[in-house]
């Protein structure tokens, strides 16, 4: 007969105040089994664990329930509070009392009695634990960083300086994201590049850091501290390795009407380009779209200037396969298209434009060397609109449910920076609440206003109008005055909400990562493990994981990097042993298992069987690789033969539970 | 292609002309309209009250008698009758509640749960006829006329019921004016309210909302305006001095299609 | 503070007025906000916070032209136009208390006036 102790958490008042944990401790106190059943206001402070530590020893326990929060809390701490105390921490199951049952009912009665139910299920499965032991594995001394914005790079260089290698994969042709294209940062107006370009420089000269610009991950399997990745190297049409960035091809190709991206397509770029000059790795690429030679075999005059023969037409995609300890998620985001709300006319009008536009008509790399000019005539504008929130805090329906929490401070930046440029120009900005909890924000909005004076506005803007004479008829409320007001503007910028970049999706289903419902990366513990995805070896740095300022996005990706650092520093990892193993006796060899595992942890085996009648058979059996498996339990449901099962969550233990909650 | 017709009770009096030349049009262009056996007048609004079930039922029988007809799609050429009858139909799917009730109110007749449709003729020409082939049918082009489609509220609003274009910037009927060889002009107020109903309560209001809209078009270079809505026909002369002359989208097809005089 | 009538409001207009978040873009977008005294926003509010006699007894319910604009650019989903429609028929429902008499007609009608007008307006304005 096993020997059990069930032990009940108030939580504080969290499940108290809905369960009577009084009643539920004496209930379970009564199962059979069950020699030592109590209740305490918090079971994870250390005197709830000492409580659990004495019952094991003085009972000399075989198994433990803990009727408490979700086990994905503190599993784990209870776990170790039994082996320390000699108990296997296989041998301690949690009953969620709390997400499961006081959270979600009103009633007292019918929540205590399925804290009971829910308790006896947990008995019922610990009966039948096993002692298990967890197994290691080595750890890869190596870093992938998916994507090359100031997220990736401050991540990158980080674990760099730790002394590990790091790769950063960016599909683009260069590192720097968004950062780049960025005129001057709030709140401190220092200009993007002179603070980016650095690091920049600084990733291509540590020789623990290898940027593979213009890739993209394909394929990543393995697990924590043992990954491999697949990585295409898109063909750029110059070899990297010869190219100097010197330029001469960039003035000398005749296709010279490709849209600028780095611009936005509001200037135009050659089909042989450099994304801007202080682009790292300063290799050109050529744009097989646009260039004569690749489309049809007619020109070349790129090979031909070029000093270090480091044009290649002929020069097609490579697959780097690579191994890593670690995986850093750095994706970024993009602004949503504004077209869709066609109340604003971006699509009617030249003269309406991004914040991400606005930010490239007033940089002095952008197509305009900087001076503010309308896209239609080139002609100053004189009255500037901007409108907040489109597309942020809306229904699912009509756009993004968050705040993108980077409005606010960036509009107050172009409102005060476009008064002080152009004192003769009035700009209106149309708010529903100005956001600015950061370090020096508010005062940094305030001075927008009180020493810049831009008309902040409280209120909405309905339509923009375009009119016969190139201008904007900016229909608005002001809900301070109650009044509609008609502005003739030059010039509307809109705040387009930011969306995480849609190579994000992808990626996460690679890396079995989740992800919100807004395609956000999904924090493994939203205030406490605020960096690391729930998927073990995975890490978040930048906007991928949320809306984020770049202040909010560095401290994230260094504290991302000490993450990576803290587990890369490790030699061996310890496992899961609740993993799945196959009966090779039951198996019939049908591959089911293997065709639905999503980390590729099963194999076949041809294996001789000696048979009861004593002659030798070769059968074809399932194997696990129990380092790979990651205990999700999918091969067991696809198992038709019953031979694929689950340590620490056999058939048997889960059937015991459902037939406890149905007695 | 035969489609159950619903012309509303506009079309039968002040708007005869948007009757004639779209059956007229039509004809030529292979569609049969089969006029819907004693249709009564669909209310002209659609009351979004959810207690507001009686003043539907008209709409609904037109729906059910259309459904034998056809594809079972009940074509409108007037705005208005557009836009309620296919927020009617809307409801069927939305809303059990007004299913039932409806049913019970049509208690000896046969039962109608949504299972007809909507369309405008404009989306015949865009979907069925095909503007391409349109354009082959004309014999008498619109060429340099610039001419400002004004689609108002009731073809538009409320989208995500009616789904007949983009709310804001909408192409059907710029698609068609370029098919008949003419400009289409752009302007702001194509999908802002002429004043609608407010002309019998406050029709000052009606002419300032009429003036708005014409002035947009003006600015912008516009000929003539035509639309499919008699009420937006009627604010728009009426209701204000702008002398752009306002047509129906069918009398302007009906012209490049060779039919009638000139 | 009326809740009853509150819930009433609604129910029958289906529309979510707690959902609004006061960005006023509904009365931004208002083509007839010059003649209310009471805007879009406002109705919302006044709903929200069960203010029943003001709203009920001004003229800017008769204002609304239902032309829905205010309802497909709201962001969050609220319906502004399907709330005032509510009211105007809590008003209208009540005896004598149409805006709209048939007797008004001919005197507002000219003989171009499609029918159409005379029966929206009846429909929209009377019981």
Same mark, same amino acid.
Request: charged share 25%; hydrophobic share 35%; net charge negative.
């Given at each position: 007969m096993q020997k059990l102790g069930v032990f009940v958490c108030h939580c504080g008042t969290n499940i108290a105040a809905t369960v009577d944990v009084k009643a539920v401790a004496e209930a379970l106190g009564r199962e059979p089994s069950v020699v030592v059943s109590t209740d305490y206001p918090y079971m994870c402070s250390e005197s709830g664990q000492n409580l659990i530590k004495d019952a094991i020893r003085e009972h000399s326990l075989d198994g433990v329930v803990i009727c408490s929060c979700s086990p994905r809390m503190h599993e784990n701490t209870f776990r170790k509070a039994a082996a320390q105390a000699g108990l296997n921490p296989y041998m301690v199951e949690i009953a969620n009392i709390r997400e499961q049952c006081s959270w979600i009912h009103k009633d007292r009665e019918e929540a205590t009695e399925k804290a009971i139910v829910l308790g006896r299920a947990a008995i019922a499965k610990v009966l039948l634990n096993t002692p298990l032991t967890a197994g290691e594995s080595p750890v890869t001394k190596r870093a992938l960083v998916i994507g090359g914005g100031i997220a990736g790079i401050q991540t990158a260089l980080d674990i760099a300086e730790a002394g590990f290698p790091v790769d950063i994969v960016e599909k683009e042709p260069t590192i720097g994201g968004k950062m780049a294209q960025l005129d001057k940062t709030f709140p401190t107006l220092d200009c993007a590049a002179c603070i980016l370009t650095p690091k920049m420089v600084d990733c291509a000269q540590n020789e623990n850091i290898r940027i593979l610009s213009f890739s993209e991950v394909e394929e990543v399997t393995g697990f924590v501290g043992n990954f491999t990745a697949k990585i295409r190297r898109k063909a750029r049409y110059v070899d990297e390795t010869k190219c100097t960035g010197c330029g001469l091809c960039t003035e000398k190709c005749p296709v010279k009407k490709v849209p600028n991206e780095f611009n936005l397509g509001m200037d135009n770029r050659r089909a042989v380009y450099i994304p801007f000059a202080q682009a790292v790795p300063k290799v050109a690429r050529i744009d097989p779209d646009w260039c004569n030679m690749l489309k049809n075999g007619k020109c070349?005059?790129?090979? %031909?200037?070029?000093?270090?023969?480091? /044009?290649?037409?002929?020069q097609t995609d490579t697959v780097l396969e690579e191994h890593y300890g670690a995986i850093v998620a750095a994706t970024g985001y993009e602004p949503i298209k504004v077209d869709r709300y066609g109340?604003?006319?971006? $699509? #009617?009008?030249?003269?309406?434009? +991004?914040?991400?536009?606005?930010?490239?008509?007033?940089?002095?790399? !952008? =197509?305009?060397?900087?001076?503010?000019?309308?896209?239609?005539?080139?002609?100053?504008?004189? +009255?500037?609109?901007?409108?907040?929130?489109?597309?942020?805090?809306?229904?699912?329906?009509?756009?993004?449910?968050?705040?993108?929490?980077?409005?606010?401070?960036?509009? $107050?930046?172009? *409102?005060?920076?476009?008064?002080?440029?152009?004192?003769?120009?009035?700009?209106?900005?149309?708010?529903?609440?100005?956001? @600015?909890? !950061? %370090?020096?924000?508010?005062?940094?909005?305030?001075?927008?206003?009180?020493?810049?004076?831009?008309?902040?506005?409280?209120?909405?803007?309905?339509?923009?109008?375009?009119?016969?004479? !190139?201008?904007?008829?900016?229909?608005?409320?002001?809900?301070?005055?109650?009044? #509609?007001?008609? /502005?003739?503007?030059?010039?509307?910028?809109? $705040?387009?909400?930011?969306? =995480?970049? %849609?190579? *994000?999706?992808?990626?996460?289903?690679?890396?079995?990562?989740?992800?919100? +419902?807004? &395609?956000?990366?999904?924090?493994?513990?939203p205030k406490l493990r605020p960096v690391e995805s729930p998927t073990a070896g995975i890490f978040l740095s930048g906007v991928c994981q949320g809306p984020k300022d770049i202040p909010e996005t560095v401290s994230q990706a260094s504290a991302c990097a000490a993450k990576v650092i803290g587990l890369l520093s490790k030699n061996k990892l310890t496992g899961n042993p609740c993993v799945a193993h196959s009966d090779e006796w039951m198996c019939n060899g049908c591959s089911n298992c293997a065709s639905v595992c999503p980390y590729g942890a099963i194999t076949y085996l041809d294996k001789d069987f000696r048979m009861p009648d004593r002659s030798t058979k070769t059968r074809r059996v399932a194997s696990v690789n129990p380092a790979v498996c990651q205990g999700c339990g999918a091969c067991t449901v696809a198992c038709p033969s019953g031979a694929m099962d689950l340590y620490g969550f056999s058939n048997s233990q889960i059937m015991a539970e459902v037939d406890a909650i149905c007695k | 292609m035969k489609f159950a017709y619903y012309p509303g009770c506009t079309l039968k009096n002040r708007a005869k002309a948007l009757d004639r030349t779209a059956r007229e049009t039509a004809a030529l262009l292979g569609i049969e309209f089969e006029e819907i056996p004693e249709w009564q007048c669909c209310g002209g609004a659609y009351t979004s009250a959810k207690d507001e079930i009686a003043t539907k039922l008209a709409s609904v029988r037109a729906l059910a008698a259309g459904r034998q007809i056809g594809d079972g799609r009940v074509v409108t050429v007037c705005s208005a009758c557009y836009n309620v009858l296919k927020q009617t139909n809307h409801e069927f799917a939305v809303n059990p509640d007004f299913d039932f009730k409806v049913n019970n109110y049509l208690k000896g007749e046969p039962e109608y749960h949504g299972e007809g449709g909507v369309v405008h003729?404009?989306?015949?020409?865009?979907?069925?006829?095909?503007?391409?082939?349109?354009?082959?049918?004309?014999?008498?082009?619109? @060429?340099?006329?610039?001419?400002?489609?004004?689609?108002?509220?009731?073809?538009?609003?409320?989208?995500?019921?009616?789904?007949?274009? &983009? =709310?804001?910037?909408?192409?059907?009927?710029?698609?068609?004016?370029?098919?008949?060889? *003419?400009? =289409?002009?752009?302007?702001?107020?194509?999908?802002?309210?002429?004043?609608?109903?407010?002309?019998?309560?406050?029709?000052?209001? *009606?002419?300032?909302?009429?003036?708005?809209?014409?002035?947009?078009?003006?600015?912008?270079?516009?000929?003539?305006?035509?639309?499919?809505?008699?009420?937006?026909?009627?604010?728009? +002369?009426?209701?204000?001095?702008?002398?752009?002359p306002v047509r129906y989208f069918t009398e302007v097809l009906a012209d490049a299609l060779g039919l009638g005089g000139e | 503070m009326n809740n009853d009538w509150k819930d009433r409001i609604v129910r029958m207009s289906g529309a979510a007025v707690q959902k609004c978040m006061r960005c006023g873009k509904c009365s931004a977008t208002c083509p007839n906000y010059g003649e209310m005294e009471y805007h879009p926003h406002q109705f919302v509010y006044m709903v929200e916070r069960g203010d029943t006699e003001r709203l009920m007894a001004s003229p800017s319910i008769f204002e609304c032209l239902t032309c829905f604009a205010c309802v497909e650019r709201c962001p969050r989903g609220v319906e502004p136009a399907k709330v005032i429609e509510a009211v105007r028929l809590e008003v209208i429902r009540q005896k004598g208390a149409n805006h709209l008499k048939p007797d008004d007609l001919p005197a507002a009608a000219d003989e171009d006036l499609p029918g159409q007008a005379l029966v929206t307006a009846l429909r929209k304005f009377a019981k």
């Open positions: 070349g005059l790129c090979s %031909k200037v070029c000093t270090v023969g480091a /044009i290649d037409y002929k109340e604003y006319a971006y $699509a #009617q009008s030249k003269d309406v434009i +991004t914040s991400l536009e606005f930010e490239r008509l007033t940089n002095a790399a !952008g =197509p305009t060397s900087g001076t503010l000019l309308r896209p239609s005539d080139g002609r100053h504008p004189h +009255t500037i609109v901007f409108i907040q929130c489109v597309g942020s805090r809306c229904t699912p329906e009509m756009g993004k449910t968050y705040c993108s929490k980077i409005c606010c401070m960036y509009t $107050a930046k172009h *409102a005060m920076l476009t008064r002080e440029k152009y004192p003769d120009t009035d700009v209106y900005v149309f708010y529903i609440d100005v956001r @600015t909890p !950061g %370090k020096n924000f508010d005062e940094f909005y305030r001075r927008a206003a009180e020493e810049y004076g831009v008309h902040y506005i409280k209120g909405a803007v309905g339509k923009v109008m375009p009119r016969a004479d !190139g201008t904007l008829d900016v229909q608005a409320s002001d809900l301070i005055m109650n009044e #509609q007001l008609h /502005i003739n503007a030059d010039l509307v910028v809109l $705040a387009a909400a930011i969306e =995480p970049s %849609k190579t *994000a999706r992808r990626l996460a289903t690679m890396l079995t990562a989740s992800m919100d +419902t807004n &395609d956000f990366f999904t924090e493994a513990h | 003729y404009l989306e015949l020409l865009r979907d069925e006829v095909g503007f391409d082939e349109l354009k082959k049918r004309v014999t008498r082009p619109l @060429t340099g006329k610039k001419i400002a489609a004004y689609y108002g509220c009731l073809l538009l609003r409320p989208s995500s019921v009616l789904a007949f274009d &983009d =709310p804001e910037n909408p192409a059907v009927m710029e698609d068609f004016i370029r098919a008949l060889g *003419a400009e =289409p002009v752009l302007y702001s107020m194509r999908n802002e309210c002429c004043g609608g109903y407010l002309t019998l309560t406050d029709r000052e209001t *009606a002419k300032r909302r009429s003036a708005a809209v014409k002035e947009s078009a003006r600015e912008m270079g516009a000929d003539y305006m035509i639309t499919a809505c008699p009420l937006c026909l009627y604010n728009l +002369t009426k209701n204000t001095d702008e002398p752009i | -």
